[in-house]
């Protein structure tokens, strides 16, 4: 089984993909970059604080919209422009969750949509 989950709280997918799948015992989100679902602009730009914290919300919303809560989440993999944002992307990341925290990947890449410096994508179980 496989149900598209999809909520107006969080930027629609500019793409062809789904906000989320939900597999019946795991969903996995898609990466969110921090957009706001009312504007559709990019929140705090230039500056990777209030990005991360809209990215959160994003998180947050597909999370809700799929049943779930950030306790939930078992896997992130959040994806950097720049590896030196990390100790202020971490601090935000961590005031999400709670222990036991998630397993988590971070990466620093070239270049990420819309040119911004943050982009989280979770899997959560059910």
Known sequence: MKKEISTKEAPGAIGPYSQAIDTGSLVFCSGQIPLDPATGLIVGEGDVEAQTRQVMKNVQAVLKASGLTPAQVVKTTIFLKNMADFPK?????????????????????ARLPKDVLVEIEVIGLK
């Not at 036991?100 to 990466?107: E, M, N, Q, Y």
């Open 89 to 109: 992307v971490n601090t935000i990341y961590g005031e999400n969750f709670q222990p036991p925290f998630p397993a988590r990947s971070t990466v620093e890449v």
